[in-house]
């Protein structure tokens, strides 16, 4: 069973940058695409920006220009930068394959706040 453990969240002012990680366990974690989620108070978790296997990188409109996604396959982990970050970005970051998808991990919570 795939595990999936996501850092570096926390709280940051308006217009603060933060990198989450997220680490996979397994051998498998290459040959997936992956995904960035996030899912805000009261909302419905949503996809915000993948990555295939390859690198080909997609984004959410919200988040297009301000985050990027990045990974690296030799250390099974994938990256997050967000920048220029706005109150609406805050949320419970997970990350996870695009499909089909594993067991969800605990997520890093970002908060976005004067």
């Known amino acids: 069973q795939v595990q999936l453990v996501e850092s570096g969240g926390g709280l940051v002012q308006p217009g603060g940058s933060l990198r989450l990680s997220c680490g996979a366990s397994?051998?498998?974690?290459?040959?997936?695409?992956m995904g960035w989620y996030r899912q805000a108070p009261g909302k419905q978790r949503e996809r915000v920006a993948t990555?295939?296997?390859?690198?080909?990188?997609t984004y959410v409109d919200s988040v297009k220009g301000r985050f990027t996604i990045s990974r690296d396959n030799a250390k099974n982990t994938v990256y997050l930068q967000m920048n220029s970050l706005k109150p609406e970005d805050t949320a419970v970051y997970y990350c996870?394959?695009?499909?089909?998808?594993?067991?969800w991990g605990k997520g890093t919570l970002v908060t976005v706040s004067s």
């Open positions: 397994g051998s498998i974690f290459s040959i997936y695409a």
């Open positions: 996870n394959t695009v499909a089909p998808l594993w067991s």
């Open positions: 990555i295939t296997r390859g690198g080909t990188t």
